[in-house]
C-alpha cells in the first residue's frame, strides 16, 4: 500500500525551527527518490528539499530559499524521512508535502509520483 504521513507542522515564531516527518509504508520507502514540497496561498507548489539514494551513497538537494537553514534526512529503520527546519522565516509559511517516486535521477524540480496530504506551517513574525 503506498502511503506517506507527514507530521510536525505548527505554529512558530521567526527564527524559530520545526522538524517535520514523513512515516512511509515499506513499499514507498523503498523508492530511491524522496523530497519535501511546499505550497503557500495563491502560489504554486514548489521543492523545498530532495534526496536522491544511488547505488553508493545518496545526494541531497535543496531551494536556494532554504540552504543552510534546512536540512533533509532519513531513518531507513524507521521508514521514515526529516525536514529539519531553522532559523524559519515568515515566507516559510506553506502547507508542507512529502513525496516519493523510483527514479534514475531527482532533485526539487522533480515531480513525484506519491505524495503525502501535507502539514501545515505558519510562521509569524
Known amino acids: 500500500q503506498v502511503q506517506l504521513v507527514e507530521s510536525g507542522g505548527g505554529s512558530v515564531q521567526a527564527g524559530g525551527s520545526l522538524r517535520l516527518s514523513c512515516a512511509a509504508s515499506s513499499y514507498v520507502y523503498s523508492s530511491n527518490c524522496m523530497g519535501w514540497f511546499r505550497q503557500a496561498p495563491g502560489k504554486e507548489r514548489e521543492g523545498v528539499a530532495a534526496i536522491y539514494t544511488g547505488v553508493i551513497s545518496s545526494t541531497t538537494y535543496y531551494d536556494d530559499s532554504v540552504k543552510g537553514r534546512f536540512t533533509i534526512s532519513q531513518d531507513n529503520a524507521k521508514n521514515t524521512m526529516y525536514l529539519q527546519m531553522n532559523s524559519l522565516k515568515p515566507e516559510d509559511t506553506a502547507m508542507y508535502y512529502c513525496?516519493?517516486?523510483?527514479?534514475?535521477?531527482?532533485?526539487?524540480?522533480?515531480?513525484?509520483?506519491?505524495w503525502g496530504q501535507g502539514t501545515q506551517v505558519t510562521v509569524s513574525s
Open positions: 513525496a516519493a517516486d523510483a527514479l534514475r535521477f531527482c532533485d526539487v524540480g522533480t515531480d513525484f509520483a506519491y
